[in-house]
């Protein structure tokens, strides 16, 4: 029943699985529509002017501290939250809400959520969580997905079939993030958003889940939007990886790239701040004070109170993405501070 | 030598479970001493927590069931609540992952670190009538001195404008500044020893890179004893001074942070080494071979690595596995061992011959 409508000539074709135009989503922080009324107080921006693209069997990495909108922005592609600008595209056609969207368009995005405890339901095994999601992609009843179909589908995620009969309170971290998996790919997506699906599990079960997550990708030609704080675990999946600070896009480009040669100062002190696992290197460095906050953006460039290379036309003028060599950066210093003078010998490398 | 801050010997912890009995921490040796930084590393379940747990005797629903811990001179395991409580939060402190979990939501950043402040510097009498709220008992003049210090703490754990921030409660701040602010109830009673369990996990790499960097001045400054619980390789081999290596309750390896994650001895620290990502460039191939943890109720005899061990031997099987002194300060616990570097970089070249050559080697 559950048949993939995507042929070898979709992965070629230049439509991107998933598109974001210039989505904007700002949230009000009083409730009442009196207190609205009322105050003064801006809304918080949390997603500004971002558009990208995913195609079939990317990843697209999204990193960027807690708070800076990488999370909204994964909302706005599932269809959980509805943006104020701009629009969401599923293979060129526009999408509006989770409600608005058909059952099919619907079937194309999977979710992997952060807590992935809390996306079960505690009171169920977990086979019938998981055969819930794919008997409802093809709107049968829950009864017609077999034991088979599940099996199958644990076992697509290095479980044994076993485990369907327990529930989640008796699974591990690492399995209840492989469950949450196979539970996404049960209705044949075509793309997943994974919301840090690997933060908080210790780094042998996080190389299993990563190691398990390019298989899936590699068998069903899935692509990933793979949301993470951490860039070590982005650098081992990523194809392209996008930064975003404060709401925005503050450079996109090829993952090798990126890292060997970060563009943005932002990127470079994300790269920095890695502790490394050879005890004889330089420590990490941290990034000193705060993102801004989204009800009150700085002007110019949003990073600049933090920024090492700050001067004078970053507190006036708001830098927009350009693209600098292979890549695309939102700072008013990328064109210079990359130029000839400024580059890794790896440079060279990266015909890309 | 005199003795150590902190002295763990052979520490054994249990949990009575409807599935049998699990030994959570299964002889553990070690120890913490002022102005230095011990990591403990360990996957999940390896009993890490456990025992920083078991250190402050925090250990419910588990028991310990044998060994000892002697804190500044004082032996833990049998010591009396009252004791403990007096130890607990002064000379010894902790920090657990979850700050949210260790503030509370309705009472301010500010008079959380201050009650920690009081507590410790008034006597318990003070604190009785200061409780009765007798007028003309009541230390006001106390309050106001430990607010002016927990302005001071928030400025050491670096958190911005303190005078303002000591007033916030715990939901106005970003996770990076609620774990400061436990950090900052942490370090309020001065302490000796500071356990901190895996404290920058749930924290941004940038706010973490801080934290760490904290440590290790707390560490060079005050002299603290710090006992780091982490998942992390990164994290323990920046900011440690030693490191115990555990798995499955067990000290596989420990020894120096340069040695023991530079070149290390025991198979299991190498495998975990290998798991890295920071270690798994582009070509996509992170080791799985460390693939099923064991089940921890089961009993077994011998090294609890040897189903996933690829140097795996008879002897490994047979019979409980002694801890050597590879070198002074570095211990191992492996049948197997010492590997040398040499013997490690020509097994990797040539793992199908890795399991005949090996007996020779170490008989």
Redesign the interface.
């Known amino acids: 029943m559950t048949q993939r409508n995507q042929t070898p000539d979709d992965v070629q074709s230049g439509t991107p699985v998933v598109e974001v135009q210039n989505v904007s989503k700002a949230f009000s922080s009083t409730r009442s529509v009196l207190g609205r009324l009322r105050s003064s107080d801006s809304p918080a921006k949390a997603v500004c002017d971002v558009s990208l693209a995913v195609q079939r069997g990317e990843t697209l990495g999204l990193v960027g501290?807690?708070?800076c909108g990488k999370s909204t922005l994964a909302k706005l592609i599932t269809g959980q939250l509805t943006p104020d600008d701009g629009q969401v595209r599923l293979d060129g056609t526009r999408v509006g809400e989770l409600s608005e969207r058909s059952t099919a368009q619907r079937r194309r995005v999977g979710v992997v959520f952060q807590h992935a405890r809390g996306s079960f339901d505690p009171r169920w095994p977990i086979g019938r969580s998981i055969a819930e999601a794919s008997s409802d992609a093809t709107s049968a009843s829950l009864h017609d997905t077999g034991p088979d179909e599940v099996a199958e589908l644990l076992c697509s995620v290095d479980l044994a079939p076993a485990i369907a009969d327990r529930y989640p309170r008796e699974l591990?971290?690492?399995e209840i993030q492989r469950v949450a998996l196979a539970r996404a790919i049960a209705h044949d997506p075509d793309i997943i958003v994974l919301d840090e699906p690997v933060?908080?599990?210790?780094?042998?079960?996080?190389?299993?889940v990563?190691?398990l997550l390019?298989d899936i990708q590699q068998q069903f030609g899935v692509g990933y939007v793979f949301i993470s704080?951490?860039?070590?675990?982005v650098?081992?999946?990523a194809d392209r990886v996008a930064v975003m600070y404060a709401g925005e896009l503050v450079e996109v480009g090829q993952a090798?790239d990126l890292f060997q040669s970060p563009n943005h100062p932002y990127t470079e002190?994300?790269i920095r701040?890695?502790?490394?696992?050879?005890?004889?290197?330089p420590?990490?460095?941290?990034?000193?004070?705060?993102p801004p906050d989204p009800a009150d953006r700085p002007e110019g460039c949003p990073f600049h109170p933090r920024c090492p290379a700050v001067t004078q036309s970053c507190q006036e003028h708001h830098p927009s993405l350009e693209e600098v060599r292979e890549t695309h950066v939102r700072c008013l210093h990328a064109p210079e501070a990359t130029g000839e003078t400024d580059i890794n010998e790896s440079h060279t490398e990266n015909g890309l | 030598m005199s003795e150590p801050l902190l002295r763990v010997e052979n520490l054994q912890t249990r949990f009575d479970t409807d599935h049998g009995t699990v030994d959570a921490v299964n002889g553990v040796s070690f120890t913490v001493d002022r102005g230095e930084i011990v990591g403990i590393l360990g996957e999940s379940g390896s009993g890490k927590s456990v025992t920083a747990r078991s250190i402050c005797r925090l250990e419910d629903p588990g028991n310990i069931v044998g060994g000892s811990i002697t804190f500044a001179e004082r032996e833990l395991t049998t010591a009396t609540e009252a004791t403990l409580r007096r130890l607990r939060g002064n000379k010894l402190s902790m920090v657990f992952q979850d700050p949210t979990e260790s503030l509370n939501p309705v009472f301010s950043v500010g008079e959380q670190i201050a009650e920690s402040v009081r507590v410790h510097e008034s006597s318990e009498t003070q604190r009785l009538l200061d409780f009765l709220g007798v007028s003309p008992f009541r230390d006001r003049s106390a309050w106001e001195n430990a607010r002016e210090r927990a302005i001071e703490l928030l400025d050491q754990v670096g958190i911005p404008n303190p005078e303002a921030n000591v007033s916030s409660f715990p939901h106005e701040f970003s996770g990076g500044l609620r774990q400061r602010a436990v950090l900052a109830i942490a370090l309020a009673s001065e302490p000796a020893l500071l356990v901190a369990d895996e404290p920058t996990t749930a924290l941004d790499t940038t706010t973490q890179a801080d934290i760490l960097s904290r440590l290790r001045s707390l560490r060079d400054e005050q002299n603290i004893g710090i006992l780091l619980i982490s998942h992390d390789i990164g994290v323990i081999a920046q900011t440690c001074d030693r490191v115990v290596v555990l798995y499955d309750g067990q000290v596989m390896e420990a020894g120096p942070v340069e040695r023991i994650l530079t070149a290390p001895e025991r198979p299991y620290t190498r495998a975990l080494l290998s798991c890295s990502v920071r270690n798994s460039d582009a070509d996509k191939q992170v080791q799985s071979a460390m693939a099923r943890p064991r089940d921890p109720s089961s009993s077994h005899e011998g090294c609890p690595f040897a189903d996933r061990c690829q140097y795996v031997t008879e002897t490994c099987r047979s019979g409980p596995i002694p801890t050597t002194e590879a070198a002074s300060d570095h211990r191992l616990a492996c049948v197997e061992a010492p590997f040398s570097e040499a013997k490690f970089v020509s097994e990797q070249q040539e793992i199908p011959a890795a399991n005949g050559g090996q007996q020779n080697d170490t008989a």
């Open positions: 501290e807690s708070g591990s971290g690492g933060s908080g599990l210790d780094m042998a079960t996080q190389a299993r990563l190691s390019a704080h951490d860039l070590n675990v650098r081992f999946l090798g002190a994300l701040a890695i502790p490394s696992d050879d005890p004889r290197d420590p990490p460095v941290p990034l000193h004070g705060a």
